[in-house]
């Protein structure tokens, strides 16, 4: 099985379009992090103009910590397009070349070819999520310091001690894992459909883009429909930065406020992951290669 | 012509005395004077201890504060290792900042219970038209001679309330619990600067956040009096 998966790695990492997605997350990073630099009191003081009015904050406030999580808010987002560019031409590309056929005339079954395919595009996925972490967190930290997390949410505020929040982006990388991980079962099930690599690709990030509109709108029609959506539990890795209160109103350091809101995301996203595989197995299986 | 002159020399006496007992009432209160004597030990502090920020919209946990003073009116608390939230002109309105400014007039209104202590009430106006503050009132202990209550409204920062209890500190007038009470204004950020779309019902939770006051209470371990601060602290 290994072997079958460094093949298809050294098929995914010997293309061009493979690094595009590594070097447009560098680009973004790099502008948002040079911009915040330059301009980010400014940032800042625009953020906490309502606070500002009642409480006098000091500390670092644009630190790090906190440049991560606004660079995950812009990207986390957009990550699944980039993903999808190599998920959903697995299968549909070597349709597309005529390879496909080649390949399953070797010893091994499909099944074997299609999950080695799966695992080497999820390596994949893993590899741009570490390449984000490592860009988004740790350059973040070397750039602009660590401090307490002062995090402004839509309705109130959060402030997470400094020691508190290494872990919580921890937790966060690896449910962002599980939800990129869906968008790539999602790219490899539409490309297990199709003989040319642009209409999975194509069709990938159209229902990621059409999903996450659903998801995003608070119109009372789609609140019915939101909780089914796949692309609604990929936005939860942000419940790794809400914490609970006591009855005092003192935060509890290392806690977070909804678990279960955490778990069931997960248990949806990993089931919609081996839906989409197991679909993209039977689909191959039964499927009469004529390219 | 005998009524006239008696007429004006009675309203000349009681133009007088007006104007001695209005003079007198500017007078700084001999209870205020005492209080001030005691703050008068202390030149300078630094206060280690805890703070507790409640405030409705802020989800914050105790942190550990060291709290600088130096007379006449300088004052700084810093949180150590992270941000710390304070109420906006509020912390430095403390009781010696207040007194240390002497350009004031008090005016005793009476006495009150408060924690079942009878306390006489004193009013402070600023004579000084430049001072943040524009009325203080008072609650002290006259036999300690220890200010156990504020209230504060300022011209630009809002009506601040500070209750204060005593320890092992109380000889120099300086507190063991200090809670700055003042009024929050709501706090509202629109999803698209915090791109948090699509949370649940997010009406219902500012409707439960507003119109909540707000809390902040610093509670003193120690205090290294009159060891001498540098200015660049403040």
């Given at each position: 099985?290994?072997?079958?998966?460094?093949?298809?790695?050294?098929?995914?990492?010997?293309?061009?379009?493979?690094?595009?997605?590594?070097?447009?997350?560098?680009?973004?990073?790099?502008?948002?992090?040079?911009?915040?630099?330059?301009?980010?009191?400014?940032?800042?003081?625009?953020?906490?103009?309502?606070?500002?009015?009642?409480?006098?904050?000091?500390?670092?406030?644009?630190?790090?910590?906190?440049?991560?999580?606004?660079?995950?808010?812009?990207?986390?987002?957009?990550?699944?397009?980039?993903?999808?560019?190599?998920?959903?031409?697995?299968?549909?590309?070597?349709?597309?070349?005529?390879?496909?056929?080649?390949?399953?005339?070797?010893?091994?079954?499909?099944?074997?070819?299609?999950?080695?395919?799966?695992?080497?595009?999820?390596?994949?996925?893993?590899?741009?999520?570490?390449?984000?972490?490592?860009?988004?967190?740790?350059?973040?930290?070397?750039?602009?310091?660590?401090?307490?997390?002062?995090?402004?949410?839509?309705?109130?505020?959060?402030?997470?001690?400094?020691?508190?929040?290494?872990?919580?982006?921890?937790?966060?990388?690896?449910?962002?894992?599980?939800?990129?991980?869906?968008?790539?079962?999602?790219?490899?099930?539409?490309?297990?459909?199709?003989?040319?690599?642009?209409?999975?690709?194509?069709?990938?990030?159209?229902?990621?883009?059409?999903?996450?509109?659903?998801?995003?709108?608070?119109?009372?029609?789609?609140?019915?429909?939101?909780?089914?959506?796949?692309?609604?539990?990929?936005?939860?890795?942000?419940?790794?930065?809400?914490i609970q209160v006591n009855a005092n109103n003192e935060a509890i350091t290392g806690s977070i406020l909804n678990?279960?809101?955490?778990?069931?995301?997960?248990?949806?996203?990993?089931?919609?992951?081996?839906?989409?595989?197991?679909?993209?197995?039977?689909?191959?299986?039964?499927?009469?290669?004529?390219? | 012509?005998?009524?006239?002159?008696?007429?004006?020399?009675?309203?000349?006496?009681?133009?007088?005395?007006?104007?001695?007992?209005?003079?007198?009432?500017?007078?700084?209160?001999?209870?205020?004077?005492?209080?001030?004597?005691?703050?008068?030990?202390?030149?300078?502090?630094?206060?280690?201890?805890?703070?507790?920020?409640?405030?409705?919209?802020?989800?914050?946990?105790?942190?550990?504060?060291?709290?600088?003073?130096?007379?006449?009116?300088?004052?700084?608390?810093?949180?150590?290792?992270?941000?710390?939230?304070?109420?906006?002109?509020?912390?430095?309105?403390?009781?010696?900042?207040?007194?240390?400014?002497?350009?004031?007039?008090?005016?005793?209104?009476?006495?009150?219970?408060?924690?079942?202590?009878?306390?006489?009430?004193?009013?402070?106006?600023?004579?000084?038209?430049?001072?943040?503050?524009?009325?203080?009132?008072?609650?002290?202990?006259?036999?300690?001679?220890?200010?156990?209550?504020?209230?504060?409204?300022?011209?630009?920062?809002?009506?601040?309330?500070?209750?204060?209890?005593?320890?092992?500190?109380?000889?120099?007038?300086?507190?063991?619990?200090?809670?700055?009470?003042?009024?929050?204004?709501?706090?509202?950020?629109?999803?698209?600067?915090?791109?948090?779309?699509?949370?649940?019902d997010p009406a219902s939770k500012q409707k439960m956040l507003k119109n909540k006051k707000g809390t902040i209470?610093?509670?003193?371990?120690?205090?290294?009096?009159?060891?001498?601060?540098?200015?660049?602290?403040?």
């Open positions: 099985m290994w072997s079958l998966i460094k093949v298809e790695l050294y098929k995914i990492f010997s293309r061009p379009r493979t690094y595009i997605a590594f070097g447009a997350i560098a680009a973004l990073i790099v502008v948002i992090q040079l911009g915040l630099k330059i301009d980010g009191d400014a940032y800042s003081s625009f953020l906490m103009k309502d606070i500002n009015d009642t409480l006098t904050v000091d500390g670092k406030v644009l630190n790090g910590y906190l440049i991560c999580y606004i660079l995950l808010q812009l990207l986390l987002v957009h990550v699944p397009l980039l993903v999808a560019l190599i998920a959903a031409d697995m299968i549909s590309g070597e349709a597309n070349l005529g390879t496909l056929r080649l390949l399953f005339t070797t010893p091994y079954s499909r099944t074997r070819w299609v999950l080695a395919k799966f695992i080497a595009a999820s390596i994949y996925t893993i590899l741009l999520l570490i390449w984000l972490a490592f860009l988004a967190l740790f350059v973040s930290m070397w750039i602009f310091g660590t401090d307490d997390l002062f995090l402004m949410k839509s309705n109130y505020v959060v402030l997470i001690e400094q020691n508190d929040v290494l872990w919580r982006y921890v937790g966060a990388f690896v449910f962002a894992s599980f939800a990129l991980l869906t968008v790539t079962s999602l790219g490899f099930l539409l490309s297990s459909l199709s003989s040319n690599s642009i209409g999975p690709i194509v069709g990938t990030m159209s229902v990621i883009v059409f999903f996450t509109i659903l998801s995003t709108l608070n119109i009372p029609l789609f609140t019915i429909v939101k909780p089914y959506l796949f692309t609604t539990h990929m936005n939860n890795w942000k419940e790794f930065f809400d678990i279960p809101k955490i778990k069931i995301s997960l248990v949806v996203l990993t089931l919609h992951i081996i839906l989409f595989v197991s679909a993209s197995i039977i689909i191959i299986k039964q499927k009469d290669i004529l390219s | 012509m005998k009524n006239i002159n008696s007429f004006l020399s009675a309203s000349t006496i009681l133009f007088l005395s007006l104007l001695f007992s209005l003079r007198a009432s500017a007078q700084v209160d001999p209870l205020i004077e005492k209080v001030a004597q005691k703050l008068a030990l202390v030149n300078d502090y630094v206060a280690e201890g805890s703070m507790k920020t409640d405030v409705s919209f802020i989800k914050a946990s105790l942190g550990k504060v060291k709290v600088y003073f130096k007379k006449p009116d300088l004052l700084k608390v810093k949180k150590e290792g992270g941000i710390s939230l304070l109420p906006r002109g509020g912390v430095s309105l403390t009781i010696n900042t207040l007194l240390n400014t002497k350009g004031y007039t008090s005016i005793p209104v009476g006495t009150q219970l408060l924690n079942e202590k009878k306390l006489t009430v004193i009013k402070l106006i600023p004579n000084d038209d430049n001072l943040d503050w524009v009325i203080s009132t008072l609650w002290i202990d006259p036999v300690e001679a220890l200010v156990y209550k504020t209230a504060t409204t300022t011209k630009e920062n809002g009506s601040y309330e500070i209750t204060m209890q005593y320890g092992a500190y109380a000889q120099q007038g300086l507190a063991s619990k200090i809670i700055f009470s003042f009024n929050t204004k709501d706090y509202k950020l629109p999803n698209g600067i915090t791109l948090e779309f699509g949370d649940e209470e610093i509670t003193y371990n120690k205090y290294t009096i009159n060891k001498g601060i540098p200015n660049n602290i403040f």
